[in-house]
């Protein structure tokens, strides 16, 4: 308790002194495009309500409690400094698991909405209109989207701030290349719409059933590489319940073993899921 009262009182010594010093304009505009993209991974998360700082808060969170509950059941400083280290990025692996969970369930429905939005054009729907019945025939993974959508445009009456708010809403390159068509037709009317979301919706079809075919054959190979990474700490788990183990890597030595084979970890499975990993369409119409 006295290491952790001192280390407390350090760094609010520290936050004090920094202050006091001017942040320079380069550093602003660093921090601004990296809070603009954590934004927008949040965004293609479903998770619009959430700040970033809140997701800030909370990894320093699990940072702490992870590290102070290990060190409770092993007694070992290294090894609750490892798992404070591992904690720290479980809110940023949960958060991309569930973007590209998202992205997949998205990718899937993508084709029937674009049916639908055609079929309602070519009834002579508006496009207004033509939007807001998704809100009932759509996919029930985008149907809140478009319900707001419906909203803001019997609230306002105004097309195209809906349909920015909608774009927002979705953060889909898929939604994108949609909302921007429609506001091209909507601005300078045209009659090739139907033709386009005709085209579009073969090609989501045809991409769709590509891309899971592919990441069915590569599912065993990143799968097996993740139990590679993992099987070595599930090991070392199991020996914190020998205090002889314990004591053996709560000195230098063993903080240098742990901490590397930590950094080393980390290296691998980020360069494996880099290897393995499919190209993702961005968001070039944002």
Same mark, same amino acid.
């Given at each position: ?118 079929? %309602?054009? =070519?009834?002579?729907?508006?496009? &207004?209109?033509?939007?807001?019945? +998704?809100?009932?025939?759509? /996919?029930? $993974? !985008? @149907? ?79 799968? %097996?590489? =993740?139990?590679?990474?993992?099987? &070595?700490?599930?090991?070392?788990? +199991?020996?914190?319940?020998? /205090?002889? $183990? !314990? @004591? ?39």
């Amino acid at each position: 308790m006295g290491v952790l009262l001192g280390l407390c009182l350090g760094a609010g010594l520290f936050l004090i002194w920094w202050s006091f010093w001017e942040r320079p304009a380069n550093s602003r505009r660093r921090r601004a495009h990296r809070n603009g993209a954590l934004r927008s991974r949040l965004d293609r998360a479903g998770l619009h309500d959430v700040r970033v700082s809140a997701l800030v808060v909370l990894s320093a969170a699990c940072t702490v409690v992870g590290g102070l509950v290990t060190w409770a059941l092993t007694g070992g400083t290294v090894f609750g400094i490892c798992a404070a280290i591992v904690a720290t990025f479980l809110p940023w692996a949960l958060l991309g698991q569930r973007m590209r969970r998202r992205a997949k369930q998205l990718r899937t429905v993508w084709p029937d909405v674009v049916d639908l939005l055609r079929s %309602a054009i =070519r009834a002579g729907m508006s496009l &207004p209109e033509a939007l807001s019945q +998704l809100q009932h025939r759509g /996919p029930e $993974a !985008v @149907q809140p989207a478009f319900a707001r959508f419906a909203a803001d445009y019997r609230a306002t009456g105004q097309f195209i701030p809906a349909l920015d708010a909608l774009k927002a809403e979705l953060a889909d390159p898929v939604a994108d290349n949609i909302v921007e068509s429609l506001r091209v037709t909507r601005e300078v009317g045209g009659t090739d719409l139907g033709r386009l979301l005709g085209t579009l919706s073969e090609f989501l079809r045809e991409s769709s059933r590509t891309r899971s075919e592919l990441e069915a054959r590569q599912s065993w190979t990143v799968n %097996a590489a =993740r139990l590679s990474v993992a099987a &070595p700490w599930l090991i070392l788990l +199991l020996m914190t319940s020998q /205090p002889a $183990a !314990v @004591q053996a890597y709560d000195s230098p030595v063993g903080a240098v073993v742990l901490l590397g084979g930590l950094a080393i970890s980390v290296v691998a499975y980020r360069l494996m899921l880099r290897l393995g990993a499919l190209p993702e369409p961005e968001r070039v119409l944002r």
